[in-house]
């Protein structure tokens, strides 16, 4: 999770592979940087809403 400039908290996902390695003990990356953010937001949105109906069928179930 990173925050914006503007402040703003945003999920980011980073592929890298190592392309080169320096004599000086440096290396050198080449990657991507995936912003991630709706994904986390819907993964949220799932658990949450996953937790309500277990509740709901807990409560359900006990007037059975």
Not at 37 to 49: A, D, F, H, M, P
């Amino acid at each position: 999770k990173i925050k914006t400039k503007s402040g703003l908290l945003k999920w980011i996902e980073v592929k890298a592979n190592i392309q080169k390695k320096i004599l000086n003990g440096s290396v050198l990356w080449n990657g991507t940087f995936y912003d991630i953010t709706s994904r986390k937001i819907n993964e949220e949105i799932l658990r949450v809403t996953a937790n309500e109906l277990e509740d709901f069928i807990d409560f359900f179930i006990e007037f059975l």
